[in-house]
């Protein structure tokens, strides 16, 4: 039954080849025979555009996706953050592994007294840009591109006060500086923290190794705040955070929608018991536009054009 090598499709920067062997050693540990193939995607070769320009929909997942469709690999292992809310026909998701932290942390260089005057802070994320530009209007915000140890070298060579990265993507490499601050107020990615594996949907060999891996409640966490994500059509380009937890028999989510300058934002909370999960990111993301989303929505695909 296990005479099959998986082989496992990876992007190959430090941090995804760490996720690669995370779920290598699972699977090896399961019993299953692996190999890890290493690519490079097309969001880690151009560096210096903003993603949004890239026309960023799966920009480091489009690389894999095709390796996977040619044959080349048997699965795909992404840090859930970057997937395209609809996956490429024949690929489907296998396994999502149990979330690390979710939360943004800003990086800083010497002191936070500058977050109460004139500051320059680094990312390369829209919904990161928005958050920060609504709490803290009288900041900077530049670009900051490449993978986690360019992106902190990259603060210590500029003239910037600080930078925000994700906690899980620091800490999985053992890389966290000890000048950082958690943002417990910035509303992160949807799916930020969490792994997900892809599998072709007619490799049931595979399909059923991974699905061995599979943390169901981070599946419902994720599958949620990727629904709110595809309602509100923002694609990886709109400044969109969603965040779902469960708490005892409840869902408890926390959705934001800012513009890109940060000075509009709709900030939406709501629960529901955990059996009614299915459909319950597209309701948040309904009462969103309705609140305004849509005028906000309408105004970043003007902005994006430009």
Same mark, same amino acid.
């Given at each position: 039954?296990?005479?099959?090598t998986?082989?496992?499709?990876?992007?190959?920067s430090?941090?995804?080849l760490?996720?690669?062997?995370?779920?290598?050693?699972?699977?090896?540990?399961?019993?299953?025979?692996?190999?890890?193939?290493?690519?490079?995607?097309? &969001?880690?070769?151009?560096?210096?555009?903003? $993603?949004?320009?890239?026309?960023i %929909?799966?920009?480091f997942?489009?690389? =894999? /996706?095709?390796?996977?469709?040619?044959?080349?690999?048997?699965?795909?292992?992404?840090?859930?953050?970057?997937v395209p809310?609809?996956?490429?026909?024949?690929i489907?998701?296998?396994?999502?592994?149990?979330?690390?932290?979710?939360?943004?942390?800003?990086?800083?260089?010497?002191?936070?007294?500058?977050?109460?005057?004139?500051?320059?802070?680094?990312?390369?994320?829209?919904?990161?840009q928005?958050?920060?530009?609504?709490?803290?209007?009288?900041?900077?915000?530049?670009?900051?591109r490449?993978n986690?140890?360019?992106?902190?070298?990259?603060?210590?060579?500029?003239?910037?006060? &600080?930078?925000i990265?994700?906690?899980?993507? $620091?800490?999985?490499?053992?890389? %966290?500086?000890?000048?950082?601050v958690a =943002? /417990?107020?910035?509303i992160?990615?949807?799916a930020?923290?969490?792994?997900?594996?892809?599998?072709?949907?007619?490799?049931?060999?595979?399909?059923?190794?991974?699905?061995?891996?599979?943390?169901?409640?981070?599946?419902?966490?994720?599958?949620?705040?990727?629904?709110?994500?595809?309602?509100?059509?923002?694609?990886?380009?709109?400044?969109?955070?969603?965040?779902?937890?469960?708490v005892?028999?409840?869902?408890?989510?926390e959705?934001?929608?800012?513009?890109?300058?940060g000075?509009?934002?709709?900030?939406?909370?709501?629960?529901?018991?955990?059996?009614?999960?299915?459909?319950? &990111?597209?309701?948040?993301?309904?009462?969103? $536009?309705?609140?305004?989303?849509?005028?906000?929505?309408?105004?970043?695909?003007? /902005?994006?054009?430009?």
């Amino acid at each position: 039954m296990m005479n099959k090598t998986i082989r496992i499709g990876t992007r190959d920067s430090e941090l995804a080849l760490w996720q690669a062997h995370t779920v290598e050693r699972k699977l090896n540990d399961l019993g299953f025979a692996t190999e890890i193939v290493a690519v490079k995607s097309q &969001g880690d070769i151009i560096l210096d555009k903003p $993603l949004y320009e890239l026309g960023i %929909t799966g920009i480091f997942t489009k690389t =894999l /996706d095709i390796a996977m469709l040619g044959g080349q690999i048997d699965i795909a292992v992404h840090s859930m953050k970057d997937v395209p809310t609809a996956l490429p026909k024949g690929i489907v998701q296998a396994a999502v592994l149990k979330r690390a932290s979710e939360k943004d942390i800003l990086v800083f260089k010497d002191n936070t007294v500058f977050l109460h005057h004139s500051a320059t802070v680094a990312t390369g994320s829209l919904r990161r840009q928005a958050q920060w530009l609504n709490r803290y209007p009288h900041h900077n915000v530049v670009d900051l591109r490449g993978n986690v140890n360019t992106r902190l070298q990259k603060l210590q060579d500029n003239d910037w006060n &600080g930078a925000i990265f994700a906690q899980a993507g $620091l800490e999985r490499i053992n890389l %966290t500086p000890e000048n950082h601050v958690a =943002l /417990d107020w910035m509303i992160p990615a949807p799916a930020q923290g969490a792994m997900v594996v892809v599998a072709m949907e007619h490799d049931a060999f595979c399909i059923d190794a991974v699905s061995k891996l599979n943390h169901t409640e981070s599946e419902i966490c994720t599958q949620i705040e990727r629904e709110f994500l595809r309602a509100l059509e923002g694609g990886c380009t709109a400044p969109i955070g969603a965040y779902a937890e469960i708490v005892g028999k409840d869902i408890r989510f926390e959705g934001v929608l800012c513009s890109i300058d940060g000075q509009q934002k709709i900030h939406i909370e709501k629960s529901t018991p955990v059996e009614d999960y299915e459909n319950f &990111g597209r309701q948040c993301a309904e009462n969103a $536009l309705q609140s305004g989303g849509y005028e906000i929505m309408e105004q970043i695909r003007k /902005d994006l054009k430009k």
